[in-house]
């Protein structure tokens, strides 16, 4: 178990890179977007699949680690009460707000909250989200708060002071 456990602690220690460039691609390019004032494109739902992949293979080698580790049962013990509880509630946490970013983006640049493109009157001409003239502010605005919301949480319980590892 010692082998696998270094193992897995150094692919989650490499993986959260990778991460952490899906995560900031992600933010820029639903800010961008958003201010910019262009249409959400298939480059903008890849980038969010992308950092919610990411995203789902860092926690389930994070939860590995975590059902591997003998010391999680240490409640009396302060110092692994970080790694017991703190980062993996943060990092679900976190996982949970990008998903939901990513289904609210969605949802937006295809219409609305149902996810239907709305109907036009008879007669009249309605742009379509994601089209030149369609109005995909709300996609981007759900993109970019949510990503930026969860990179944050994921930024704030790295531990950090083990980067060595």
Do not use: N
Not at 9 to 34: D, E, K, N, Q, T
Not at 51 to 67: E, K, M, N, R, T
Not at 111 to 119: D, K, T, W, Y
């Amino acid at each position: 178990m010692p082998a696998l456990h270094a193992v897995l602690l150094s692919l989650h220690s490499i993986w959260r890179w990778a991460l952490l460039a899906a995560g900031l691609a992600a933010v820029v390019s639903a800010f961008m977007g958003w201010f910019g004032r262009r249409p959400f494109g298939k480059t903008d739902r890849q980038l969010g699949q992308l950092y919610s992949v990411s995203l789902d293979i860092q926690v389930l080698l994070g939860l590995a680690l975590w059902a591997l580790d003998e010391t999680t049962g240490a409640l009396a013990a302060p110092s692994l009460q970080f790694f017991a509880f703190v980062h993996p509630f943060a990092m679900v946490f976190a996982l949970g707000i990008a998903h939901a970013g990513r289904v609210l983006s969605r949802r937006a640049a295809r219409g609305g909250p149902s996810g239907a493109i709305a109907e036009a009157a008879p007669g009249a001409s309605l742009p379509l989200p994601g089209s030149p003239g369609g109005d995909d502010v709300p996609a981007y605005r759900y993109a970019a708060l949510f990503y930026l919301a969860s990179l944050l949480i994921i930024l704030a319980f790295i531990p950090w002071d083990r980067l060595a590892h």
